[in-house]
């Protein structure tokens, strides 16, 4: 069966319109119901606190009504507004949270992980830029035909490589990445010929959210920082996290919210 069929244009069974009018009927009217045309998605938790210290964040009095469980929402008042949605995690649930966000308002999408390094001059701390990305994950396929390349806007990607390579404060690597559903498949043998066909890093979610941003028309880009390393050899050890991983986080996530604020 043909996953993906782009004249098929039959209504969906379940919609993220059924699912909000379903949340909206049994809380009532809910003053200021909505997010801001600037979303972004955190694959990862702990980001909002750092935030803080710096930006007046505000949870919202409502959550996001996503299929696959309710979010709480964060707002960055100013102009532009900023919704915030965190610990996102998985290509399926990414997507759900996606397409009720863009029933709900969102307009232009900015999406913040993490992933493993797969290119040998790839270190723990550092930034990614997804230039394109290899769909190794289910969700995409039922939105874009094989065929389709998943890209990130290309003017919000190159705004984005201009501003980080302006604002130097961390080592970073621009290119192709791949996302996947299976973490415990991800062999010697594989991970290898990702690093042959050039891939900087991999992670669970970023070729399904750009390309349902493609399915939608909605400007679309992400930006990952590394969080382990995979030394590609049987006898090597795994190496996660640390104080480097940490501390460069707070910096990126810092520095991305300052590049969504200044996309006006």
């Known amino acids: 069966m043909q996953w993906c069929d782009p004249s098929d244009d039959s209504p969906a069974v379940i919609s993220p319109d059924k699912e909000i009018a ?21 694959e ?30 964060h707002g960055i008042p100013g102009d532009p507004e900023i919704t915030i949605v965190e610990l996102v995690v998985g290509a399926p649930v990414a997507v759900d949270v996606l397409e009720i966000a863009i029933a709900m308002g969102c307009r232009k999408l900015f999406v913040f ?16 830029i997804p230039t394109r990305v290899f769909r ?20 919000l990607l190159n705004d984005l490589c201009a501003f980080v390579q302006h604002r130097a404060q961390l080592p970073f690597h621009r290119g192709v ?9 991800q062999t010697l043998n594989k991970e290898l010929a990702w690093r042959q066909a050039s891939v900087l890093g991999v992670d669970m979610e970023m070729s399904a959210l750009l390309a349902v ?11 990952l920082i590394v969080s382990d390393k ?15 991983l940490k501390k460069n986080k707070a910096v990126a996530i810092d520095m991305f919210v300052e590049f969504i604020r200044g996309r006006k």
């Open 230 to 244: 995979h030394v590609l050899d049987p006898s090597a050890a795994w190496h996660w996290g640390g104080e480097e």
């Open 136 to 155: 190794e994950e289910g969700t995409s396929y039922h939105y874009l035909p094989a065929d389709i390349e998943v890209v990130p806007d290309a003017a």
């Open 113 to 128: 992980g993490l992933c493993g390094a797969v290119g040998e001059d790839v270190q723990i701390g550092d930034l990614v």
């Open 177 to 185: 990445t791949v996302s996947t559903d299976a973490v415990f498949r």
């Open 44 to 73: 990862t938790k702990g980001a909002l606190t750092g935030l803080r210290d710096r930006y007046p964040v505000r949870e919202e009095t409502f959550p996001l009504p996503a299929f696959l469980g309710k979010r709480p929402l």
């Open 213 to 223: 941003a493609q399915y939608h028309r909605i400007p679309a880009v992400g930006l």
């Open 22 to 42: 379903g949340f909206l009927h049994k809380r009532g009217p809910i003053p200021g119901f909505g997010v801001a045309e600037r979303f972004l998605m955190i």
